[in-house]
Nanobody, 126 residues
Framework: QVQLVESGGGSVQAGRSLRLSCAIS????????MGWFRQAPGKEREGVAQ????????YYGDSVKGRFTISRDKANNTLYLQMHTLKAEDTAVYYCAAGRWPYCSGSLESTGFNYWGQGTQVTVSA
């Protein structure tokens, strides 16, 4: 069982930055693909970013490429999402997720993830 706890959400103005963190409960999380997803009101859950177990490869949704960076600190069992140049359309609940396998498909599909955090709200005002 992998438990995930997100933090770092909040309300910011457009153009500003935020960093989300996800505490991973056990060391086996380090052997899984990890990802960030988001869901805005009235919309389906969207894949934001993924990172391989060794942190060597990352994948991003088109809407966040060049603005968001996913990273992981294996020693501290923590996943991060650094968000820059935030836009109003980034407003959503952001979820940390642990994948089923020790590799990432790169497709950003949620079906490859079987453990989820409770989510943290990010609100960006124009």
């Amino acid at each position: 069982q992998v438990q995930l706890v997100e933090s770092g959400g909040g309300s910011v103005q457009a153009g500003r930055s935020l960093r989300l963190s996800c505490a991973i409960s056990e060391h086996t999380g380090s052997s899984r693909c990890m990802g960030w997803f988001r869901q805005a009101p009235g919309k389906e859950r969207e894949g934001v970013a993924q990172i391989t177990p060794d942190g060597g490869s990352t994948y991003y949704g088109d809407s966040v490429k060049g603005r968001f960076t996913i990273s992981r600190d294996k020693a501290n069992n923590t996943l991060y999402l650094q968000m820059h140049t935030l836009k109003a359309e980034d407003t959503a609940v952001y979820y940390c997720a642990a994948g089923r396998w020790p590799y990432c498909s790169g497709s950003l599909e949620s079906t490859g993830f079987n453990y989820w955090g409770q989510g943290t709200q990010v609100t960006v005002s124009a």
